[in-house]
């Protein structure tokens, strides 16, 4: 697959089937994304794997979590407020995916389902967490995270699966470093839930928009 084609099939799937993905298929994809750069080459990035009963228990501590109405306790804290014109698009994303799942803005109940559906992973069979060395930098470490997980992203698509960035799977991070064994010396900074697309849902198929190139792209 072209590298074009995978960056332009890449989309934040929240519809995935719940088939198994082999170790040895998530292995293949991370053994490539460590090539990506990283600060002074400190290849910062830690990955543990919740799949199987693992991914099956958080998503269930986490609702419980949610249904007793606690407040996320990140390890990274999170945005707040968004200025304009930030706040313009999230607001736009929220507005348009909703739409194109067909939740009217007063269906209460069906945005709450799909709201708790976050913390199930959208149903993906695992969930990739990334996380640092709590005695580094942080926004640089978060920067060379993020880096590797585009392209475990990208390499997805090339083995024809789907993902999407999770904030909601490390709102809990002291459930997470319980369930899958990490250390508290240890930040939870994303999970990256991975499985195979819904081939028809409209939570599946969703595709975001993007401002033209012109608007932020200036030669000086
Ligand atoms: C750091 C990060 C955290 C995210 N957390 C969530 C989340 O908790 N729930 C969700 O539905 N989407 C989440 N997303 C997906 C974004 O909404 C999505 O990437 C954005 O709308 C662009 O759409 P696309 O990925 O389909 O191109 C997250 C994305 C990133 C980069």
Redesign the pocket.
Known sequence: MELNDAILN???I?HFLPDPIPRETITKIVDMARWVPSWGNTQPWEIVVADGEKAKTLSEAFENEVRKGNPPRPDIAMPIEFPEPYKSRYMG?GRSLLTSMGIARDDAEARARHWMN?YHF?GAPACLYLLIDGALNEPYSCLDLGFVGVTICHLAVQEGLGT??????MHYPDIVRSVLDIPDTKKIV?GLAIGKPHPSSPASL???ERDPVEKFLRFA
């Open positions: 890449r989309r934040s929240r994303l976050m959208f999407i960035f999770l904030a909601a799977a994303i969703f595709r975001s």
